[in-house]
Structures are given as C-alpha cells and as structure tokens.
C-alpha cells in the first residue's frame, strides 16, 4: 500500500461509532511501526454544491480510468482518517499525475 492508491477499505464513520468497507485514497505511505496510513473517502454520492475539497473523479475519461472505479465518484478531501493497513480489503486503482 502506497500514497496515490485507491483500496477499498474499512473508513469510520465521522458521528457515530463503527466502520464502513469503501473506496479510499491513500494520501501516505505507511506511517511507522504500526502502519497505519492517512486515507481519503471516496463517494459516489455527488452533491449539488460540491466543496472546494471535493475532486470530481470520472471513469470514463481518460485521466480517470487508472482509478478503475465503477462510476463517477467524488474524492472528499475533508473526510480524512487514519486507518490500518489491515483495513485495506482489496486494490482498486490508483490517481495518476493529472489528478
């Protein structure tokens, strides 16, 4: 697991306890001798008004494909947390340069 890829990993919720398996970037490498890695959520619930932390992340076009996600989906830059690398289930893609 490296900064700039996307897994599909187990993400906290932000009000309530408990944790719900989703698409993250890893915005770090991992961290020290426990691994834990800072992470990004990834939604496919895109908002009217999106934030200026949110990055529109899209598929279909070419410099979206790496991502491999399955429809467009929003890179929520305010929705960050620091998880395990265990908590990462499977690989999805990555961001390439551009993005």
Same mark, same amino acid.
């Given at each position: 697991m490296q900064r700039g890829e996307i897994y599909l990993a187990s993400?906290?919720?932000?009000?309530v306890p408990g944790m719900k398996l989703r698409p993250v970037l890893l915005l770090t490498d991992p961290i020290g001798s426990t691994t834990e890695i800072l992470a990004a959520y990834i939604s496919s619930v895109i908002l009217p008004a999106l934030l200026p932390s949110d990055i529109v992340l899209d598929p279909q076009k070419s410099e979206g494909q790496a991502t491999h996600l399955k429809t467009i989906s929003v890179l929520r830059l305010h929705k960050l947390a620091t998880i395990h690398t265990t908590s *990462?289930?499977?690989?999805? *893609?990555?961001?390439t340069a551009g993005d």
């Open positions: 993400f906290p919720f932000g009000d *990462g289930r499977r690989f999805l *893609g990555e961001i």
